[in-house]
């Protein structure tokens, strides 16, 4: 059973910073893009970067980019997201995701964890 869990999310400052964590269990993923979307309240979940399990290529939002990072342990199995500088606006649920396309879209993704809760207080 494929099983993605989250973790490191709280609540932080403006400015401050904030590292998730995403291990992956229950297959391979070597073949697979790993992605980060993020829900607010009221909006639609939309995507925040994503990386290819195996090649280590990266791509994020316009919103986040330069701020946040993307990264992933081949020996841990788990997937990262470093988030600096982060705003009020990147108050969210965020949730990892994988799937075998390079995509922005959501729909592209076949597995999803739970989601772990980002609060950026001003």
């Known amino acids: 059973q494929v099983q993605l869990v989250e973790s490191g999310g709280g609540l932080v400052q403006a400015g401050g910073s904030l590292r998730l964590s995403c291990a992956a269990s229950?297959?391979?993923?070597?073949?697979?893009?790993m992605g980060w979307f993020r829900q607010a309240p009221g909006k639609q979940r939309e995507f925040v970067a994503r990386?290819?399990?195996?090649?280590?290529?990266?791509y994020y939002a316009d919103s986040v980019k330069g701020r946040f990072t993307i990264s992933r342990d081949n020996a841990k199995n788990t997937v990262y997201l470093q988030m600096n500088s982060l705003k009020p606006e990147d108050t969210a649920v965020y949730y990892c995701?994988?799937?075998?396309?390079?995509?922005?879209?959501?729909?592209?993704?076949?597995?999803w964890g739970q989601g772990t809760q980002v609060t950026v207080s001003s």
């Open positions: 990386i290819w399990w195996s090649g280590g290529s990266t």
């Open positions: 995701a994988a799937g075998p396309l390079r995509s922005r879209s959501s729909s592209q993704y076949d597995y």
């Open positions: 229950g297959r391979t993923f070597s073949s697979y893009v």
